[in-house]
Structures are given as structure tokens and as C-alpha cells.
């Protein structure tokens, strides 16, 4: 699919009083939409926002976040969107490197006030720079495990690349809703939202709960355990495909979830790579499958290389892009895999290997064998200091409330080797696992090494 003007211009050609944007109180039609945006493109312009000028975007996900969104591209702008849990230290010591012009916050948080604050404001007629795909349009933060976050910039080319290959894979018909379930600072909620624009479908916005925002949606993108909920709930469902990430998919919740009809899918991505590369229905087996539409890979000394036209132009610091790229043109992730019958396997991060007695520990390799108990919703691995062995691994669990997590340490004996055994067996905090997208390692591990001080 190529568009001529922006997407959201373009289905209103097509499809004008079809249904776009629903929200909790209202549904926008294709017109409607355009008529909102321009209108708020235009109060941005009369508030100073020019083409090419960096945006901070503070807000959660709700109606007026995805409209803000669509009326800053149109005005050219390159969008930066904040997580409002944000440390304050954190942002001002991101800020600096970002060149930014102005900030909408739509919080009742201190994120970027050093900024000139933009406000909703809508303005007679409209504002629009012109269609270009090759405009840098977005900066997202990567969840990188050291060192400050950097901001990988797409175009949006590049995101609309990312949405055509995994509609590819996923069917996804005008007709057809996608919750928007994930947080637009993060690349996978992203990734909704482009597929929404490159489809011409429609996209929901809620900010009930789960199960209620989820009514009348076919399509969504979870982590495991909020699906596990759903099954189990036993409460109908509109359901037909599930986008499944952010921890290892026990084979009991695929089949589970096909018995009632929904089809679920699995991949690998990346912030760099505007969110999924690879991707398979989820139907058993650890790999990741192959390489979609757009997508390239190779295995350097074990280490996944990747190329794509999803790729993001570069990090942005101090108003100037730094290439992603190795002298080769590929960008090396970091990330352990092998190719084993044509499928990608991620082995795991690099960087998340630890050595305990002289024994290498990978913690995806081990979160792999405890997952497959049944009462285990996901489960992570991470090290903690030890004067005898250097480092022993901990198992932090997501499981059914009522199990003992002794007996989960007495059915491992039989499912690991002996350096393999976790030393402690700790409940993952409810802080860490409601936020929608994959848990932070680093945090896990600061979180550990507190509370077993």
C-alpha cells in the first residue's frame, strides 16, 4: 500500500464515513478524523510548531493522545513519547541531547517543563506540511539495560514498512478493530498504530480495563499473562488474533486460546526495527520463526545481525543522526541466535549471560524449561552476587497465587542441572507485571539485590 497524501488523508478519499478512531465515549468515521486533526494541526502552528521541530509527547494512551500524534506529524514534527512514570532526573538528563522544541503534556506530571508547554487547543481551518515518508517522524526510547536510553528515529516509511510486514503474516480487514493495548511510548504500541494507518481498519482506545476495552475488538497485542486472564475469566470474546510478546509462550495457552477460536502469534522485534522482524503463528516450539517481508538477517559468531526497510535512520543526539549501522551496513542486536531448520531461535541477550562457579548461564534458556510449569505465567532469571561462585541465578515467578513456590524449587531439581537450580525463588511485584509491556531486566535486578539484602 502507498499513499499519496498522509494515510489518515488518504482513507478519507476511500472510505470516508467508515468507522476509524473508537474511544470509550465516541467513534470517529475517516472524516471526522481528518476534520479533528487538522483542526488541532492548525492550533499547534498558531502555537509555533514548524516543520521538523522535536515534540515531546507526555501523555498515556486515550483519545486525545492518538489525535495529538496524527495533528503533530501533520505539522512535520518529530514526536518523542514519554512514559509519564518517567524519573524527572532521568528526562532532564535525557533532554539535553534531543533538541526539542516544545512539549505537550497531557499529565499531571513535571516531565520536560523546561520546555515551552503546547496546549489542545483547536484553531480554524488547517495545517498541513505535505506528505513526505522519508520525514523523520517519531524518536523512541530504547529499554537499553546500561547507561542512558537512546532515541531511535523512523520515518514514516520505515513505520509503515514495519506495518506491512506483519500484516503479511496477521490478517487485519477494514472491518476489523485493534485495541490499541499497548503504550504508545513503547514501539509495540507503535506498531499498532501504524498498522491501524496502513490498513484502513479501525483502531480502539480505552482506558477501562482489559476486559472491557476489549469489547468488540478482533485484534490485540498482549503479553502472556493478561491472555492467560482473559481465557480464564471465561467471559465471551471477540477476539481472532493475538500479537504475543514480551515473555517466553507456554504451548497450553496457545492451544488454549485456539480452542476458542483465536489465533496467536509470536515473533521477535526490536525498537531499532520499528518493532516485530521475525514472526510465526504460535503454535508450540521455542524459535521465532523467519524473517518478514522487508526483513533481512544473518548470524555473525552466533550474534543476530539484521537489516530492514522498518530500520530506524539513525539515534538522534544533539540534533544530528548517529548511523545504527556496522561498517558492513548491518545492524548487530546483541542478541545470541541460532537458525535451525530456516527458523530463528533467540538463544538470548548477550549481555544477559552470567558465569556461576565457572558454569555460562543464559537466563532465557532456563526461564524456557521453568515456564513449562503449569502454574507459571512467565518467569526471570537474574543474577545475584555470591563470594563463592561469583553469581548464582534467582527465579523470579509469575504464578497462580496459591502455589508454593517450594514445590516449583522441587520440580526444577529434576528439570535443570545443578548450577542451573535458582538459590531463591522470589513472586514477581504487581508493579512489574501491569504495565502492559516486557519487564526490565535491570529493574528486576536492582529489584532482587534489595530485597535480598
Known amino acids: 500500500m502507498s499513499f499519496s ?113 503546547l496546549t489542545l487547543r483547536e484553531s480554524p481551518g488547517y495545517h498541513d506540511v505535505g506528505w513526505r515518508p522519508e520525514r523523520l517522524a517519531s524518536m523512541t526510547l530504547t529499554s537499553g539495560s546500561t547507561g542512558l536510553p537512546k532515541a531511535a528515529v523512523h520515518t514514516c516509511a520505515a513505520h509503515l514498512a514495519s506495518a506491512q510486514g506483519v500484516l503479511s503474516l496477521i490478517p487485519f480487514s477494514p472491518d476489523e478493530c485493534w485495541l490499541l493495548s499497548l503504550p504508545l511510548f513503547h514501539v509495540s504500541g507503535q506498531g499498532i498504530f501504524w498498522r491501524w494507518l496502513y490498513s484502513g481498519a479501525q483502531m480502539a482506545v480505552s482506558e477501562r480495563p482489559l476486559a472491557q476495552a476489549l469489547h468488540g475488538c478482533t485484534h490485540a497485542s498482549l503479553v502472556p499473562t493478561q491472555l492467560w486472564r482473559l481465557l480464564n475469566d471465561e467471559q465471551p470474546l471477540s477476539l481472532k488474533a493475538v500479537l504475543l510478546g514480551g515473555a517466553a509462550i507456554p504451548a497450553d495457552l496457545t492451544k488454549q486460546a485456539s480452542a476458542m477460536g483465536i489465533r496467536t502469534f509470536c515473533g521477535y522485534g526490536l525498537t531499532e526495527f520499528a518493532s516485530t522482524v521475525c514472526a510465526r503463528e504460535a503454535n508450540g516450539g521455542d524459535d521465532v520463526g523467519t524473517p518478514l ?146 519487564v526490565s531486566r535491570h529493574q528486576l535486578r536492582e529489584w532482587v539485590a534489595q530485597k535480598l539484602k
Open 293 to 438: 517481508a522487508g526483513r533481512e538477517l544473518k548470524l555473525v559468531k552466533g550474534e543476530v545481525w539484521l537489516r530492514a526497510q522498518s530500520m530506524a535512520s539513525g539515534y538522534w543526539r544533539d540534533g544530528a543522526l548517529v548511523p545504527l549501522v556496522n561498517a558492513e551496513g548491518w545492524f548487530a542486536t546483541r542478541d545470541r541466535g541460532e537458525i535451525r531448520d530456516g527458523k530463528l531461535y533467540i538463544v538470548g541477550r548477550m549481555d544477559n549471560l552470567f558465569f556461576s562457579g565457572g558454569e555460562g548461564i543464559q537466563p532465557e534458556a532456563v526461564e524456557r524449561v521453568i515456564v513449562a510449569h503449569p502454574a507459571v505465567s512467565q518467569v526471570f532469571i537474574v543474577p545475584v552476587d555470591d563470594p563463592e561462585f561469583g553469581q548464582r541465578p534467582v527465579a523470579v515467578v509469575d504464578s497462580e497465587s496459591d502455589v508454593d513456590l517450594s514445590v516449583l524449587a522441587s520440580w526444577a531439581k529434576d528439570q535443570l542441572a545443578g548450577f542451573q537450580q535458582p538459590c531463591h525463588w522470589l513472586r514477581l511485584p504487581e508493579t512489574m507485571k501491569n504495565s502492559g509491556i516486557k
Open 5 to 117: 497524501t498522509w494515510p489518515w488523508r488518504d482513507w478519507r478519499e476511500q472510505r470516508g464515513v467508515a468507522s476509524a478512531l473508537r474511544l470509550d465515549n465516541e467513534t470517529l468515521h475517516w472524516t471526522q478524523l481528518c476534520e479533528r486533526i487538522d483542526a488541532l494541526a492548525a492550533g499547534f502552528q498558531a502555537q509555533g510548531v514548524r516543520d521538523g521541530d522535536g515534540v515531546a509527547l507526555c501523555a498515556r494512551n486515550r483519545g486525545e493522545t492518538v489525535l495529538a500524534w496524527l495533528a503533530l506529524l501533520q505539522c512535520g514534527a518529530r514526536v518523542l513519547p514519554l512514559n509519564p512514570r518517567l524519573p524527572t532526573s532521568l528526562i532532564n538528563a535525557l533532554l539535553p541531547g534531543l533538541t526539542l522544541r516544545h512539549v505537550l503534556n497531557l499529565e499531571n506530571s513535571e516531565i520536560a517543563d523546561s520546555l515551552p508547554r
